[in-house]
């Protein structure tokens, strides 16, 4: 296994053995100067803080950069251009990995994590007050920043190639996750009051035995004897950098709580359930939304994760979840694909065996199936939709790539004729970023031939035009609504059949309001069985 090299910035690096499919964490280490000067002393030091192991554990790529001359005389530059230059170049240690990813592991921008100690910290938080978009979390460890010069400079707007014309956001303005392990208080609190924008602290917490004080809800500054040792490290990694991921869905990203693949479950937010077809077993994640335990005939949203994002991390970020308790009106199932990745051909004919179980299980109104995915997911949905037609009330697809960039899709378009030939009917709703250089809004491929199945106008012609003037208004539940602009296509009877949302500054990511919106559409809709046509449900005047 050869690991990527850099001329510039030579460093030392561990790559797991269990990185594979699923996306990998990135975890830079900024060890102190002594331990820093050379190659020799950086393996020594992944492996006697206990990073190496960790990163093994966690199927994480752990990169020490090389300070040969100390910390004090490395730009604050260096951890970008080290990304730069490493991006997409790790490869697989066992050969086999994510589809299309050419054997390269794909350590993902939501997951970039940065510990320092000593010199090293010192120089890490510095790093961090330039380019905060860049890291999901830090912990600083005898060292804290000193130069927040960087304060009012725009923000990199890591997360997309260019903003809006409104889009102002400096470093100062984008949040942070700091942990800051220092000999005294007063060490920490410049940083503490910069980064979490509190004077002083708002209460205490003790984490694993470990007391802190909280800076606002972001930022913790815990005081005493602290260094490079294992049991130090796991617990920044258990209580900071495993729970914490910074969401692709805006320049610079958003935080938030993750919860890991087990602690989901155990956390009986969903419930976890396995069918059976094509000789392959398919795991489901199920929300019950809260009040509604036990009640029969709710409505099926099924929500198809992208490649390489499992369906553990994926039901975390979309805001399904927390739709499904507020409005309590669909029961939530989440697949997982076999080797993180959707094929039609592979994997289409486990949607109706899914939609078999969860019917059989929890009694959901065969009537009212709605699918939805986000990226390859959106793929599948566009392509599984349309061949298994009869199984579903609407289709939503967001951020979904050209049918030409996946293979397995054999007689897709003959689906698709068939479907306009024989006269069936479909609402479709997509969603796609002004900044998405993968799924651009222009190339959303499905949207005329589901003009002409629901018996609307032309893609040129609209019948109207949301924002959030008049649809995506705070009063209505909507958090993010002024980034979103919604092109309508009606029916005779004015019902939105078919719409294409254009999210503003979005790159390849989504928010939750994009639930809300694609809710309240899909709602509308039921497929009586057997029918060709949809029928439309009645709903409040102000729906």
């Not at 050419?102 to 510990?115: F, P, Q, R, S």
């Not at 910290?121 to 060292?143: D, E, K, Q, S």
């Not at 725009?154 to 996750?177: C, E, I, L, Q, W």
């Not at 479709?428 to 031939?449: C, K, M, S």
Request: proline share 6%.
């Amino acid at each position: 296994m050869q690991a990527p090299v850099s001329e510039k910035h030579p460093f030392y690096c561990y790559i797991s053995t269990r990185a594979c499919y699923d996306p990998a964490r990135t975890i830079y280490v900024c060890a102190p100067d002594r331990d820093a000067a050379d190659m020799a002393s950086l393996e020594r030091f992944a492996a006697s803080s206990g990073w190496r192991d960790i990163a093994e554990a966690d199927g994480a790529v752990l990169v020490l950069p090389l300070a040969k001359n100390g910390w004090g005389s490395e730009s604050v530059a260096l951890l970008p251009e080290l990304y730069a230059e490493t991006q997409g170049k790790f490869p697989v240690p066992q050969g086999e990995g994510l589809y299309g990813r050419g054997g390269k592991l794909w350590c993902w921008e939501t997951l970039i994590c940065l510990a320092g100690y000593g010199e090293g910290a010192v120089y890490a938080g510095n790093a961090l007050a330039a380019a905060p978009g860049r890291f999901t979390a830090a912990a600083l460890v005898g060292g804290a920043p000193e130069d927040f010069s960087a304060a009012d400079a725009p923000s990199a707007h890591f997360m997309t190639a260019g903003v809006s014309a409104g889009y102002d956001k400096k470093n100062r303005d984008v949040p942070v996750r700091l942990w800051m392990f220092l000999d005294r208080p007063e060490q920490g609190q410049a940083a503490a009051r910069y980064f979490s924008g509190a004077e002083r602290p708002a209460g205490t917490g003790c984490f694993d035995g470990v007391p802190a004080a909280l800076y606002g809800d972001r930022v913790r500054l815990s005081t005493g004897t602290f260094g490079p040792e294992p049991a130090l490290s796991s617990l920044i990694y258990r209580e900071l950098f495993a729970k914490t991921i910074r969401w692709k869905c805006g320049p610079d990203g958003a935080l938030a709580d993750l919860a890991g693949r087990e602690e989901l479950i155990r956390s009986g937010r969903f419930a976890r359930h396995t069918v059976r077809s094509g000789g392959r077993e398919y795991d489901i994640l199920v929300h019950v939304p809260r009040g509604r335990e036990g009640q029969r005939g709710l409505p099926l949203l099924i929500s198809l994760h992208g490649r390489g994002e499992p369906a553990w991390m994926f039901c975390q970020k979309n805001g399904w979840e927390e739709l499904a308790d507020e409005t309590g009106a669909f029961l939530l199932a989440v697949p997982d694909s076999p080797e993180n990745i959707w094929f039609l051909d592979r994997d289409g004919g486990a949607l109706g065996a899914m939609v078999e179980l969860l019917a059989a299980g929890y009694g959901v109104d065969r009537e009212r199936v709605y699918l939805t995915g986000f990226s390859n997911g959106a793929m599948m949905t566009r392509q599984a939709g349309t061949r298994y037609a009869s199984l579903f009330a609407g289709l939503s697809a967001w951020n979904g790539p050209s049918s030409e960039a996946l293979p397995g899709a054999d007689g897709w378009q003959e689906d698709l004729a068939r479907l306009e030939e024989e006269g069936w009917q479909m609402p479709y709703f997509a969603y796609a970023g002004d900044r998405d250089g993968v799924a651009p809004p222009d190339r959303e491929e499905l949207l005329e031939r589901m003009l002409r199945l629901n018996g609307c106008a032309d893609r040129q012609s609209p019948d109207a035009v949301w924002t959030d003037k008049d649809r995506y208004a705070p009063d209505r539940g909507y958090r993010q609504g002024e980034r979103m602009t919604s092109q309508v296509w009606l029916d005779a009877a004015g019902t939105p059949r078919v719409a294409m949302t254009v999210m503003r500054d979005m790159p390849h990511g989504a928010i939750p309001d994009e639930s809300r919106s694609a809710w309240e559409l899909l709602r509308r809709y039921r497929r009586p069985a057997g029918s060709r046509e949809i029928a439309v449900i009645p709903q409040d005047k102000n729906a």
